[in-house]
């Protein structure tokens, strides 16, 4: 048998793994018949809510819709089916090394998907009017795009899954697999529904989908920014849709935050 | 002396306050079964060697080729296991791809995905359509067995159960793993069925019960003496020829038959011992046409 030092010195670091990885998610993202059909109807139910709030003809809500759910969509590639937590666990790699090269891939997969499906959207709209002239800017695609690809996984990850699953190993609550069994899971799961429906709930309403931004108090703005993963892209395009300027702030703020959140994203992966 | 190849020294705990593990095991280069009731923590243990079990809830220590394989990761690479329930590999996974990811992240040659496939006869399943969800529990489990044969680098092979596998991948399993053996690596078989003690050609058995290590038998004469033990007692209902010819294999302590058109031969024996009792009983011309039987003498008892 060979001795310790040199098994240890040969430990494998796949070069095939990255490449592999980006096949993996090449195969598994959102570019497949029964996303884009899904995608269709939600975007049309959507447009058919912005018709009734905002009062603006179908195509025009159709428009922002697009816009909106584009850029998040892009943000969506499946996180690596075939990589399951049992074939990681016994795989001799760092599980935060594999997680760093997971969020890496997707992040790239997402810019490179991203930018074109933001701009392939816009041009089209822009040319039948639907969109004025001021929305193919490379601000507008930019922001557009670039917030949810960085910021969707990592915020959501964090206010929804970890910050209750920190709470329940904190508080040393047993918790199982499948239906809570025991009084103690019950609770654990009480705090997983009571923690998310909170955290949607203010997420939600301070999406400025119906209202700018600017119509909120100071405080509420920077939260609304700071944890809601969607809240600059969508007051961007409300803005440039209904044709009421943005504040100047805005490009910049989501570039700082984009890659805030990135880096975060990189140091501590969360999934 | 050097280190085991395995030493484990913990406590598991899945529910705070219930030791699903505790005490110490350990295994050198050869091969070392695990056997115990259901319950007793064989899978446990094993999943502790294999380092898939977070220090959250393993507490003590464990050790493997010298280094800890859940935060030494790089250990892993010489560890095979093969999971008694299939769930490795995710359900929407083709079988070609999860088999050369399978041998991308041990550092094998995914070139040695074929040589494999065909050792097993899971040719059908490379189809680019055939995927991990859609296959049988049986099949299942042969993709388990096959990250054993994937992992030619490993020093130390965990086979967590034979259930599921028919008789020729379970020879080839076996045959594979006693060639790895013989080379030094360290074979760890979990089972509970006494019957696959008798394929055991040396090496160690220990025993489980209740999550604590029972008893360690060195040789295979003191396995003898233990396995006396446990009495079964075995009903065979036959027709025709000398059901008193069950009466002469080893291992039978007693046999009283109810004569009739059928008559009914009740053994006390060792399990072990059935299927030579049936060819004793159909040698003599006997035809079979039940069997039952019974544990009357508790084999994992203290």
């Not at chain 1, 025991?182 to 705090?191: K, R, T, Y």
């Not at chain 1, 909170?198 to 997420?203: A, T």
């Not at chain 2, 005490?23 to 259901?38: H, L, R, Y």
């Amino acid at each position: 048998m060979r001795s310790l030092r040199s098994l240890r010195s040969s430990a494998p670091v796949s070069p095939q793994l990255f490449w592999l990885i980006a096949r993996l998610n090449a195969r598994y993202c959102l570019l497949n018949p029964v996303n884009a059909l899904g995608r269709l109807i939600s975007l049309t139910l959507q447009a058919a809510i912005l018709t009734q709030v905002w009062g603006l003809n179908f195509g025009r809500s159709f428009a922002v819709a697009s816009v909106i759910t584009g850029a998040v969509g892009a943000s969506y590639p499946r996180p690596l089916p075939p990589f399951s937590h049992s074939l990681l666990a016994e795989a001799p790699l760092n599980p935060r090394y594999i997680k760093r090269l997971n969020v890496s891939a997707r992040t790239l997969l997402a810019i490179a998907i991203g930018f074109p499906s933001t701009l392939l959207l816009v041009a089209p709209l822009v040319y039948v009017g639907l969109l004025p002239a001021s929305a193919m800017t490379i601000r507008f695609i930019t922001v557009a795009a670039i917030i949810p690809i960085f910021s969707q996984q990592t915020i959501f990850s964090l206010l929804i899954f970890q910050i209750p699953e920190l709470l329940i190993r904190w508080l040393r609550i047993p918790t199982g697999i499948g239906p809570p069994a025991h009084p103690m899971e019950l609770a654990a799961e009480l705090i997983r529904v009571v923690w998310r429906d909170c955290v949607f709930v203010i997420v939600g309403a301070l999406t400025p989908v119906y209202f700018p931004l600017a119509s909120l108090p100071p405080y509420l703005q920077a939260v609304a920014i700071l944890f809601n993963p969607y809240a600059l892209s969508i007051e961007l395009a409300r803005s440039t849709i209904l044709g009421t300027p943005a504040p100047a702030w805005v490009a910049p703020a989501a570039f700082i935050i984009a890659a805030a959140w990135f880096i975060f994203n990189i140091v501590y992966p969360m999934e | 002396m050097g280190a085991p190849a395995v030493l484990v020294k913990a406590r598991v705990e899945y529910l705070p306050g219930i030791a699903a593990f505790e005490g110490s095991f350990e295994a050198e280069g050869g091969f070392t079964i695990v056997i115990g009731p259901n319950g007793a923590g064989k899978t446990t243990l094993l999943h502790a060697i294999a380092g898939i079990l977070s220090p959250y809830y393993v507490k003590g220590d464990v050790r493997v080729l010298g280094a800890n394989p859940y935060r030494e990761y790089w250990v892993k690479k010489y560890v095979a296991l093969a999971r008694q329930e299939p769930s490795t590999f995710d359900y929407w996974c083709t079988v070609e791809t999860a088999l050369t990811l399978y041998a991308l992240l041990k550092g094998e040659d995914a070139a040695l995905v074929r040589e494999v496939v065909e050792e097993l006869g899971l040719q059908d399943y490379m189809h680019p359509f055939s995927k991990v969800g859609t296959l049988s529990f049986g099949t299942r489990r042969k993709l388990e067995v096959a990250k054993l044969f994937l992992s030619k680098s490993a020093r130390v092979y965990l086979l967590d159960e034979l259930i599921g596998l028919d008789p020729p991948t379970v020879n080839k399993t076996l045959d594979y793993l006693r060639s790895r053996a013989e080379e030094g690596a360290c074979v760890i078989l979990v089972t509970h069925d006494p019957r696959h003690l008798q394929m055991m050609t040396g090496g160690r058995v220990v025993v489980l019960k209740g999550g604590r290590v029972l008893r360690v038998i060195e040789s295979r004469s003191e396995l003898e003496k233990y396995l006396s033990r446990s009495l079964y007692e075995m009903i065979i209902v036959v027709e025709g020829g000398d059901p008193r010819a069950a009466g002469k294999v080893p291992g039978v302590e007693s046999v009283s038959v109810e004569a009739g058109a059928r008559s009914v031969v009740r053994v006390r024996g060792r399990l072990e011992s059935l299927n030579s009792i049936l060819e004793a009983l159909m040698g003599s011309g006997c035809r079979v046409h039940r069997v039952e039987y019974d544990e009357i003498t508790p084999l994992f008892e203290e």
